[in-house]
């Protein structure tokens, strides 16, 4: 008997939702298996990688704001 995969899908509702990418040569219905940093399929053995999330900054200190060094108008000359 076919058994329903537990965690392929979520249910929202009325609408299921696929938590797996289904595999691009098997089609769908055959799902890639989730790693740390990869997808495959235990099927015909294609495998990808997810995308690497984005490289964060370093959070190591911002660059000092280079102050504008705005020429001022010379002040206007005191009355005596
Ligand atoms: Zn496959």
Known sequence: ???????L???????????????P???AGV???EHGNRRSCGKCGY???KAAPPVK???????PEAKPAAPKAPAAPTPP
Do not use: I, N, W
Not at 9 to 23: I, M, N, W
Not at 57 to 63: E, M, V, W
């Open 1 to 7: 008997m076919a058994k329903a995969k537990v965690g």
């Open 47 to 49: 495998s990808e990688s």
């Open 57 to 63: 900054a370093k959070p190591a200190k911002a660059p």
């Open 31 to 33: 799902f890639l298996a």
């Open 25 to 27: 040569k098997c089609g």
């Open 9 to 23: 899908y979520t249910v929202q509702g009325d609408a299921l939702t696929r938590t797996h990418k289904s595999c």
